[in-house]
Structure formats: C-alpha cells, structure tokens
C-alpha cells in the first residue's frame, strides 16, 4: 500500500512539473512571437529607411539639375544681351 501511496505521489510531483514546464513552453513561445514581430517591424523599418535614402538621393540629384538648369537660363538671358 505505502509504494502505491509513493508511486501517487511521485506521479503527482511529476505532473506539476510537467505543467510547470509547458507553462514555461508557452511563456517562451509568446517571446519568441514577440521576437519575430520586431524583427518584422524591424525589416520594414530597415526598407522604408531604404526607401527614404532613394529618395533623399533623387532629391539631391533633381536639384542639382535644377541648379544647372537655373544658370543655364543665367547664362542664356546674358547671351541674348
């Protein structure tokens, strides 16, 4: 009777460590889920940074053509004197 009293009772202290792990499991697999977000959100910030040096590039290059442009007007209006 006493080993099956000690068999129970291991049983028991077994079965609330394995609850105790697969809380832990599910713990880590919600961070983990959180990790793939902001790492997600991290891509897409890394893309529109991307996207925003593009831009601030074609910027740049627009004016300086339009510089160019301005003193090629400069230079037209001082021809035509």
Sequence with gaps: M??????LATIVEKDKKINVLLDEIESYKEKINDLESNIASKDNLIGMQR?????????????????????FKSIKKRVRR
């Design 2 to 7: 006493k080993k099956i009293e000690s068999s």
């Design 51 to 71: 996207e925003i040096d593009s831009k601030e590039s074609e910027i740049k290059l627009l004016k300086a053509a339009s510089v160019d442009q301005e003193v």
